[in-house]
Nanobody, 123 residues
Framework: QVQLVESGGELVQTGGTLQLSCVAS????????MGWFRQAPGKEREFIAGINWSGRPTVYSDSVQGRFTISRDNAASTVSLLMLNLQPADSGVYYC????????????????WGHGTQVTVSS
């Protein structure tokens, strides 16, 4: 059974830092592109960051480019998202996702999803 389990979300102040982690039970992990998505209340889910199986390339949405960094540890089957200079607009539920198909990393056609972790940035 495929599982993606996110952790690391919490309440932080504007300008703060968080690191999210996602542990994946999918095998082989290196077969999958990994992505992070975000859904704010009343809004559609949006792509935040993605990473190819080898660690390159990485892709970011314009809203987080330069502040967020996605990385993966293939030996540990984990993907992380380091978030710097957090803003209230970054609040939402963050989902880890995986896909094994030849399509753009930012395309929302991922096969497997976690249950999400809540990030709240106070102003």
């Amino acid at each position: 059974q495929v599982q993606l389990v996110e952790s690391g979300g919490e309440l932080v102040q504007t300008g703060g830092t968080l690191q999210l982690s996602c542990v994946a039970s999918i095998r082989p992990f290196t077969r999958y592109v990994m992505g992070w998505f975000r859904q704010a209340p009343g809004k559609e889910r949006e792509f935040i960051a993605g990473i190819n199986w080898s660690g390159r390339p990485t892709v970011y949405s314009d809203s987080v480019q330069g502040r967020f960094t996605i990385s993966r540890d293939n030996a540990a089957s984990t993907v992380s998202l380091l978030m710097l200079n957090l803003q209230p607009a970054d609040s939402g539920v963050y989902y880890c996702a995986a896909k094994d198909r030849p399509s753009p990393i930012q395309q929302d056609n991922y096969d497997f999803w976690g249950h999400g972790t809540q990030v709240t940035v106070s102003s």
